[in-house]
């Protein structure tokens, strides 16, 4: 399955809309949704649709916080699936970027 | 109103009425028309009961001993007026006799018993009383009936519905249905008790060297205590199996499986007979070895017939030393092991992961026993936070693995090593420093040469786990496997970290000794030497004329002094002193005493960040 990029910005503010899976095969497309912020000063990314992910797509996911909190642009990322938070969560992720940066979708 | 025991009359007839109003009329003299209180009166067991007339007071009643009384159904607690209306009712606390009987298994079905309790069974008569106003209704046993006695066949068939089969003493069991008594407790059937098992042993061919009594005659009598190739060292006792027995229910009660106790080896040391021999595959000294598992091994002995001079020159081996002559100024000695010189150590170096006896002299010379027990700590500390770590990265492999949304199509592509990049960047960040930490210990200079090799183990830790090293792991087998080389390093370290070294002389002059465990000078003198001690140091024969004395547990000496001789107390470490002479200057911490006069029984302490000084007699 794919992984499709939704994206739209409101202002200073970059929404990215998710879908699909998360992984070595398309990962490089979450790298480069984050190629031209410009003005930008925040994103979301919404991860409702994003069902798996594996070991790449993490470390994608880790290498975009990065290269936004180098930049001084805030990211954030929203509805994420408590399974896929689980597998984050395991990794470290939160504990390292900040638990304010995920926020798990609400069932 | 007529009440009988246990039984209830709801009006008296007109004829009793008029009987009982005459009756109290005769004995009061009272007119029809005066006023005067109602009154109960018991009667041959019955009730009988008067209202007042007039502005007269109802009668009151009460429950006593062995009786409860009901107005109209109620039970009462306290004093109740009745009138005439009231239905009352007294009912005596009549007990039945019973006989209760159980039977018992222990709770290693091994023994019944038969518990009985007899209870005699009362009945009560209510006791008479005049009238009166007010009353309190009492009742007496009049009859004790004694209990059923127990039969034999009831007996019998309790034991049936317990399912007791087996050893049944039908001898017991006549005696206490015989029993009067009035609570019996009999064992009834016993069953048959298992064979106990006997747990494997291992008996050694050689007694571990009893450092107090090597410490009261260092000089010995030159003879080492050593085994030779092919030398039995220990020989294993094989557990026996126990017989099961019969419980008394009939089932067979298995008998405990007995300990086994494997023979542990290291170097030197081989097995055979099925493991229940061990054998010297080398001479050397044998020895038991490790804290909580003893490990038996053969050290190796390295032996030099005369001095250690310039056709010897300096020694350094991995096992133990014996030097049957001297070693001779400016020579070393660095041993795996202990270090033992029948002669005398003059201007010369001893180190020591064990034990150093000198019989003689050591003049100008430094000694080290366990001084590389430091070493191996921090190396034990280290290899037992990786394991931990390295333990924690595995179990969370395992689980992110088998999480629902987590796939694994990249890690069979490219390798397992990806998921544990990703665990060491982010959730066990601080493995890489424990190895950084580690490779700096195990390499440092000072460490190297005698101590075990773990340079190879560090290194395999650092390309696996430093840097883009987890990259290259492809399955997380090999994490396995380091956790493995880990285990056994540790094994090895933890044995040299239980490890107490002592020192033993006869003479100290000029010269340094430190011991991980005591220090003891079974001669003459220490003479402006410093000693110091982990554990304790013993001067009992001789006297300290300067220097420095410092110990962590006890220092006993018989003379101190003269001489500015320097005593360091460590915490909770005493001192003790036959005699000491002006100018012994006592330290603990900042807390300074001089000896301003001569003393007999000195003692000194530190307790509680205190220094006191003081004469034990």
């Known amino acids: ?107 | 109103m007529v009440l009988k025991n246990n039984q209830t009359v709801d009006y008296k007839s007109e004829h009793q009425r008029s009987r009982l109003f005459r009756e109290i009329q005769e004995k009061k003299a009272i007119t029809p028309d005066s006023v005067f209180d109602g009154s109960i009166e018991i009667r041959n067991g019955e009730l009988l009961f008067n209202p007042p007339r007039g502005l007269g007071r109802f009668p009151l009643i009460m429950a006593g001993e062995n009786v409860e009384i009901y107005i109209n159904g109620n039970k009462i607690e306290a004093p109740s007026f009745i009138n005439d209306h009231d239905k009352v009712e007294i009912k005596t606390l009549d007990i039945e006799s019973s006989v209760s009987m159980e039977i018992r298994l222990t709770e290693d079905k091994l023994k019944a018993f038969l518990y009985v309790k007899k209870n005699f069974g009362k009945k009560y008569a209510l006791i008479d009383c005049k009238p009166m106003q007010k009353i309190k209704v009492i009742a007496r046993c009049v009859i004790e009936e004694e209990p059923a006695p127990i039969r034999y066949e009831n007996v019998m068939e309790a034991l049936q519905n317990k399912g007791v089969v087996f050893g049944i003493q039908e001898d017991a069991i006549m005696r206490a249905v015989q029993d009067t008594a009035e609570e019996i407790t009999a064992e009834i059937a016993t069953g048959l008790a298992p064979v106990e098992c006997a747990d494997a042993s291992i008996m050694y061919n050689f007694q571990d060297e009893d450092w107090n009594e090597t410490a009261k005659n260092p000089y010995g009598d030159g003879k080492i205590h050593s085994v030779s190739i092919g030398e039995i060292v220990a020989i294993k006792r094989p557990p026996v199996p126990g017989k099961p027995g019969i419980g008394v229910t009939g089932e067979p009660i298995l008998a405990r499986m007995p300990k086994d106790v494997p023979i542990l080896i290291k170097d030197g040391v081989k097995l055979v007979n099925d493991g229940t021999v061990a054998m010297a595959t080398r001479s050397g000294r044998p020895m038991l070895e490790g804290y909580s598992k003893k490990y038996l091994s053969v050290h190796p002995v390295h032996v030099v017939e005369g001095d250690v001079n310039l056709e010897v020159g300096n020694i350094k081996f991995y096992g133990d030393v014996i030097i049957k002559g001297s070693v001779l100024d400016g020579f070393s000695i660095e041993a795996g092991g202990s270090i033992r010189v029948l002669g005398d150590v003059l201007h010369a170096s001893l180190y020591a992961n064990g034990d150093i006896i000198v019989n003689k002299k050591v003049i100008s010379s430094r000694l080290q026993a366990g001084g590389l027990a430091v070493p191996y700590k921090q190396i034990y500390k280290m290899f037992t936070q990786l394991l931990n770590r390295l333990k924690n990265l595995l179990a969370a492999m395992d689980v992110v693995k088998a999480q629902r949304a987590f796939t694994t199509g990249d890690l069979k592509v490219n390798g397992e090593g990806q998921l544990v990049k990703l665990l060491i960047d982010y959730k066990f960040r601080d493995i890489p420093n424990f190895i950084y930490e580690l490779i700096g210990i195990v390499l440092k200079e000072g460490n190297k040469g005698f101590i075990a090799d773990f340079s190879q183990i560090a290194q395999r830790l650092s390309e696996k786990l430093c840097n883009l090293g987890p990259l290259r792991i492809k399955h997380q087998n090999e994490i396995e496997i380091l956790i493995q080389e880990l285990q056994d390093s540790l094994n090895i370290v933890e044995q040299s970290v239980a490890s107490i070294a002592n020192i033993a002389v006869c003479y100290i002059q000029n010269s340094v000794a430190q011991a991980s465990g005591d220090i003891i000078v079974t001669g003459k003198a220490s003479i402006i030497s410093q000693l110091h001690a982990e554990e304790k140091i013993v001067i009992n024969n001789g006297v300290v004329r300067g220097g420095l004395l410092s110990a962590r547990e006890g220092i006993i000496v018989m003379e101190l002094g003269s001489g500015e001789v320097n005593i360091n107390l460590l915490d909770n470490c005493v001192l003790e002193a036959a005699t000491a002479y002006p100018g012994v200057v006592i330290r603990h911490a900042t807390d300074i005493k001089v000896v301003q006069e001569y003393r007999k029984y000195l003692q000194a302490q530190a307790s509680e960040g205190q220094l006191i000084v003081k004469n034990a007699n």
């Open chain 1, 1 to 107: 399955m794919p992984l499709e990029i939704e994206s739209r910005i409101e202002k200073d503010m970059m929404i990215q809309k998710m879908s699909g899976v998360l992984d070595i095969s398309t990962v490089e497309l979450l790298h480069n949704s984050i190629n031209y912020l410009c003005e930008i000063t925040k994103v979301i990314y919404d991860f409702d649709n994003i069902k798996f992910i594996d070991s790449t797509g993490v470390g994608g996911i880790a290498s975009v916080i990065r290269e936004c909190q180098k930049n001084k642009v805030t990211i954030k990322i929203n509805n994420i699936s408590p399974e896929v938070f689980e597998v984050l969560d395991i990794l470290g992720l939160p504990e390292i970027f900040g638990e304010e940066t995920f926020e798990v979708k609400q069932i």
